[in-house]
């Protein structure tokens, strides 16, 4: 063995040398070669490039440089400069399939034919690959083709060949060399319907033709054909050998097709040669030709004859060898462009959730411990293409995902890495569960006190495959070889051992396992699967296979489905200890075992004995649900499944507390309608263990919410909520224990509440600070708990907030909190206090996870459960059996009779979206009634429905107004509500959901005039509009906080909070008694010019933009420099200052790419600006900005909205 492996050291030293010295050899000496009679020929040859122009894999929307033709044309360079007379450039086929080649079909050169005539090429023979488009579509392309095509066996019905059979160049020094070109005689299987009108031949009788017509006319035949070494189903010349054994006369064969890095290897003593795929190899073959008897030979084809592979990038240090060549780039640019913009492309949207859940355990993949979406949309997309009954596939990386959203063309590739191609076997049932068991041997057996599924150090995760089309378990407590179990059909029929099934895998399962004769793991009894056919749908990839299922057959729309076929079983683990090792791992604690050389996660299970001494307690939390107790498209999860998952953290984690931050009983008519009372039943059959009200938990009143407190199964809590005698409402606090922990939970609610809901509701109340109330229940609860925890309903913008409390008060663990709606995925740490949220509508469920070491808190983490993942939960029976009955008792509430109305109140889609409505007018007029508003305004895309003649039910106002949206009156300036007007009419006449319908105002509007500069008259109560007027605004939530782009209204303030719009309707049509009601011209649509200019009381100066600087007294250029953030050479070179030191006061200086405010005035926002460029623009700290223009939230301007710019 020692012997035979110092022969093989040095075979690979003189190889190298060889090589080596072929690669530097200077054209003096093969000119040198020439005067003494013998020759080098240089054959350069390329195949199987599958559109790989540039560096730049498309289907991943990334840089590779592994290979491509623009590199290569930098290796021909090379190679052609050091044998520059007698150099010969071929293609061996598969060209224009693959890297989104497709998309140049209709240009006019094809970048692949580009790149061909810009390198030179001598002759190109088209593969297989080129007849997946049809056979006009392949004309087309290579009508723009310098070089000869080749291809001498594919003939048309009037016997002439598609290509020419052979080609004959003379190189500069005479050398005449005959190229034989053939293409796969396969291709009639592969696309028999796009060659139905051709015939194809055997590749061995065509090229012996071709030599017996031109052997005597040239001094060397190659054959270039696109070939792999053997041939495949039996079909006669459809191997490179067979080629080489028949037609012995050949010097060299330049292979493809099966895209093997043979750098040359002998057969028949014809050398044969074959590249890597996308461009990572150029083949070069160097032939010595000798003068004998005045004809050019070889003389001896063992020592004459060599050849090697010209490797892009180096293998071994991934550093690359040949850079693109600058000018063809230059030339292929916009092609690249195009195909950026492609992958780019839109091919569908995601709903439903990610393709794969999050990790349970952080390090052990979803995707292979649990069927996930993503694996059941793979193998979806392989039956499909195949027609196979099942289908394999694996999780190619840990990180494999899809997210919920758009899917770019480019995405593919993030759940499918590798260019597979589509492999159809046939399997009996025992083949099928041999190649499961195989795939199970991933797993290591779980023994008695695992608490962790572990992984096989010694298998891939590539290499582990999960099934659909059956379903079955994986027993993991079993050893590997016994594990699949209940192996059955999607109809549960148990598959038999002789059972016959069709099997679609991808190319590298199929020839690496399941078909490989020598060494197989899988069949060590030789029996094989039969394969039924290869590179199935045009040999496309199965990633490009997985965009056009997801763009053609699902029609762009495709869900995160999961059929749950098959599962892990048998490892019965300890719930509450195997919770306390998913806090661990997840919190950083505990690290999953590697192996030995650090290559694979998890390879070692967590035991019990590993987690002694630590235990686990959970707060689960929730805020601002606003009464969405049912699962919607558009808000939560729903209550049911909240109480689902607190019952799993009960199950598992045992010790739980429940806790509400608020605005809980109040919003939609489920809750409206009792007041409260049914958000309490649900709230009751959960389990709450603590609330705190929240602003509009207080709209039924105060005594309303007293009586809901006395009813609750849980206390309400609020330390700074007093009486007038100065007594709590409700009790400031509680102790609670949990396994042995104590906890003091406190209650602060806002002190907004005084204005946030109807003044009259807490009327006699005093809010006090909520940080003097915190210091005083730390102080309070100090030595009487363990944990402290303050559950508010602050948020975290505002006066008050939850960010102040942990700042000014020490001492509390966790602030669970409310009111901002702020989702807080992984909480927000201030002063050792951990703030959560989550959000609202009940979108997230918080869950807190306390660990404890032997008694003492060891650390804290918070985490969401959202939505997406309680997609695939089941509801809880007793909460949905809750939510039946409050529905049929409001069912009763929502028939009565509230008023009646003697004309149809309008309330079609296609009006409140384009023009007043009476319906609209309504409603308008009713939330300046309730909130004596000067304007108020709500957008037609809120109003759903229209109501009939006659009576009027609670029902049918609901129906009118579902969406629960609380009624704000917030102050706004006139300029603002002019930008909001012209907002909403900016797509008119087109449907829009956020088309103002208003009451105390009148505008007009001209929709010929471009968007942005439609309105014509603007009055508010008969008066023109004052822009630098502050008005009071009654508007929706959704509105005041930007919603449908009313970016404008967010920053104003906010004055009081008032009921739901739908309350506020039936209370104004109560009022009415009769409704009676005509539109009054309100809104108008007009053809006039602009009647009169805007009212403005502030003469403001507009900016003049200039970049010029007056000197003052105290000056020096430094200082100007630093006051514009510039350098003062920029400032000499701009104003060719010869000394630095002499400029005067009064002198005028340019400040380049700076405007100079010496006043404050007033700049308008224009489109693309952001509060940074206007900042960069002036020369004026944004924050400045900010401050002068009062601005609440700095990433809301738009475009119109004036803004003050300090002096500068």
């Known amino acids: 063995m020692f012997k035979n492996f110092k022969c093989k050291k040095f075979t690979s030293f003189m190889v190298a040398v060889t090589m080596i010295f072929s690669l530097i050899a200077p054209s003096s000496v093969l000119a040198a070669e020439a005067t003494s009679g013998s020759i080098t020929l240089q054959i350069l040859a390329t195949s199987d490039t599958h559109g790989k122009f ?146 194809v031949t055997n590749p061995i009788e065509e090229t012996q033709k071709v030599i017996k017509e031109v052997k005597d006319k040239v001094d060397v035949l190659i054959a270039v054909e696109h070939l792999a070494e053997q041939g495949e189903y039996g079909t006669a010349g459809s191997g490179a050998e067979e080629i080489a054994k028949a037609c012995p006369e050949l010097t060299a064969i330049v292979g493809a097709h099966g895209h093997m890095a043979t750098p040359g290897k002998k057969i028949n003593n014809v050398l044969f040669i074959e590249n890597l795929n996308a461009g990572q190899t150029l083949g070069k073959i160097n032939i010595k030709l000798t003068k004998i008897n005045g004809k050019y030979v070889v003389a001896d084809k063992e020592k004459d004859l060599t050849s090697t592979l010209v490797y892009m990038k180096d293998t071994k240090t991934k550093e690359v060898v040949y850079k693109e060549d600058a000018e063809l780039v230059k030339k292929l640019q916009p092609y690249h462009e195009k195909a950026l913009k492609d992958a780019e492309a839109v091919i569908g949207e995601l709903k439903g959730g990610d393709l794969v859940p999050a990790e349970e355990i952080k390090g052990i993949p979803t995707a292979q411990v649990q069927d996930t979406a993503m694996i059941d949309l793979i193998n979806a997309v392989q039956m499909h293409y195949s027609g196979a009954d099942v289908a394999a596939a694996a999780a190619f990386s840990t990180t494999a995902n899809i997210k919920e959203g758009k899917i770019k063309k480019a995405d593919t590739s993030l759940i499918y890495k590798y260019p597979n191609t589509l492999y159809l076997l046939q399997v009996t049932g025992k083949q099928l569960k041999q190649y499961m068991e195989w795939s199970a041997n991933f797993y290591n057996t779980v023994k008695p006190g695992d608490l962790t599924l572990s992984f096989n150090e010694n298998i891939r995760g590539y290499n582990y495959d999960m099934f659909s089309g059956v379903k079955y378990e994986i027993d993991v407590t079993k050893e590997p070889g016994n594990r699949i179990i209940n192996l059955r059909k999607m109809d549960d029929t148990l598959i038999k051992d002789t059972d016959v099934l069709k099997l679609a895998v991808n190319n590298y399962r199929a020839t690496s396992h399941l078909l490989s004769e020598k060494n197989n793991e899988i069949y060590k009894d030789g029996n094989l699967p039969k394969l039924l056919e290869k590179d199935m749908v045009g040999g496309k990839s199965v990633r490009e296979l997985i965009g056009d299922y997801i763009k053609n057959v699902k029609a762009g729309a495709i869900t995160a489905q999961v059929d749950n076929n098959w599962k892990i079983v048998g490892a019965n683990w300890d719930l509450y200890k195997r919770a306390v090792v998913t806090e661990l791992v997840n919190s950083g604690k505990m690290q999953l075992p590697k192996s030995a050389d650090g290559r694979t996660d998890n390879v070692k299970a967590i035991k019990s004995d590993d987690i002694k001494g630590y235990d686990l307690i959970t707060i689960a939390h929730t805020n601002d649900t606003h009464s969405r107790v049912k699962e919607s498209s558009s808000d939560g999860m729903g209550f049911a499944k909240i109480s689902t998952e607190i019952d799993r953290l009960r199950a598992t984690t045992k010790n739980v507390l429940v806790l509400d931050a608020g605005d809980t009983l109040h919003g939609q008519t489920i809750a409206t309608l009792s007041k409260g009372e049914s958000i309490v039943k649900i709230m009751n059959s959960i389990g709450y263990d603590a609330m705190t009200p929240g602003n509009h938990d207080f709209n039924y009143g105060q005594d309303r919410l007293l009586e809901l407190s006395k009813i609750t199964n849980f206390p309400m809590l609020a330390a700074n909520l007093l009486k007038a005698d100065g007594s709590t409402v409700f009790k400031p606090y509680i102790i609670k224990e949990v396994n042995g922990v104590k906890f003091g939970i406190f209650g602060l609610v806002t002190p907004e509440t005084a204005y946030k809901t109807n003044p ?142 003697k004309v149809e109140l309008d309330g079609v889609r296609g009006n409140v979206r384009t023009k007043e409505t009476n319906l609209a007018d309504l409603i308008t007029n009713a939330m300046l009634d309730a909130t004596g508003a000067d304007i108020a305004l709500t957008n037609g895309g809120g109003i759903r429905a229209s109501i009939d003649v006659g009576d009027i039910t609670k029902g049918e106002v609901i129906t009118v107004l579902p969406f629960g949206n609380y009624v704000v009156l917030k102050e706004v300036k006139g300029s603002d509500i002019l930008a909001a007007l012209e907002l909403g009419i900016s797509d008119y006449p087109k449907e829009k959901g956020g088309f103002p319908q208003v009451a105390g105002i009148t505008y007009s509007f001209n929709p010929n005039n471009k968007a942005g500069s439609r309105l014509v008259e603007v009055k508010v109560n008969g008066k023109a509009i004052d822009k630098n007027k502050v008005y009071k605004l009654a508007t929706n939530d959704f509105m005041s906080v930007g919603g449908d782009g009313y970016t404008m209204l967010a920053g104003g303030k906010i004055l009081a909070e008032y009921p739901s719009l739908d309350e506020i309707l039936i209370s104004y049509i109560q009022k009415l008694g009769a409704v009676d009601i005509k539109t009054d011209g309100r809104v108008m649509v007009t053809t006039e010019d602009k009647k009169t200019e805007d009212k403005n009381t502030e003469n403001k100066p507009v900016v003049t933009l200039s970049n010029l600087y007056t000197v003052n ?24 200052i010869k000394n630095p030191k002499l400029i005067f006061p009064g002198q005028k200086l340019q400040i380049p790419g700076k405007i100079v405010i010496t006043k404050d005035t007033v700049y308008v926002v224009v489109k693309g600006d952001t509060l940074k460029k206007i900042e960069d623009k002036f020369g004026v700290d944004y924050s400045k900005i900010v401050k002068k223009n009062n601005i609440k939230n700095p990433k809301m301007i738009y475009v119109g909205q004036e803004l003050i710019i300090p002096a500068n």
């Open 54 to 199: 540039m560096a730049y894999d498309y289907a991943t929307n990334s840089k590779d440089d592994s290979g491509s033709l623009a590199q290569i044309a930098s290796a021909v360079k090379k190679l052609r400069s050091d044998n520059p007379n007698n150099t010969i450039l071929v293609d061996a086929g598969d060209t224009i399939e693959g890297n989104s080649s497709d998309i140049f079909f209709n240009e006019e050169i094809h970048p692949m034919i580009a790149a061909f005539n810009e390198m030179g090429y001598d002759a190109v023979v088209p593969g297989n690959h080129e007849f997946n488009f049809g056979v006009p579509t392949l004309e087309k392309v290579l009508k723009g083709l310098k070089a000869p095509v080749l291809m001498g066996n594919v003939f048309k019905k009037d016997g002439t060949t598609l290509g020419k059979a052979y080609e004959i160049v003379t190189t500069k020094d005479g050398i005449k060399v005959g190229i034989i070109g053939m293409t796969n005689p396969n291709i009639t299987r592969w696309d028999s319907e796009n060659l139905k009108d051709y015939k």
């Open 760 to 901: 009259k509701n807490v009327e006699g109340l005093t809010f006090q600070d909520p940080v003097m109330a915190a210091k005083k229940m730390v102080e309070e609860l100090k030595g009487k708990c363990d944990v402290v925890v303050a559950l508010a309903h602050l948020g975290d913008n505002g006066e008050d907030t939850s960010i102040e409390v942990a700042e000014k008060v020490s001492g509390i663990n966790i602030i669970v909190d409310g009111h901002s709606h702020t989702t807080l995925p992984t909480g927000k740490l201030v002063n050792k206090t951990l703030i959560v949220q989550t959000g609202d509508y009940d979108k997230n469920l918080g869950e807190v996870n306390l660990l404890f070491k032997d008694g003492k808190l060891d650390n804290i983490r918070a985490t969401l459960f959202s939505k997406a993942q309680a997609k695939n939960i089941s509801e809880d029976k007793d909460i949905l059996s809750i939510v039946s009955e409050v529905d049929k008792e409001n069912s009763k509430v929502t028939s009565a009779v509230i008023g009646n109305t």
């Open 1113 to 1136: 007294n105290g000056d020096t250029l430094k200082k100007i420099a630093d006051r514009y953030n510039v350098g003062v050479q920029e400032i000499v070179k701009a104003n060719g």
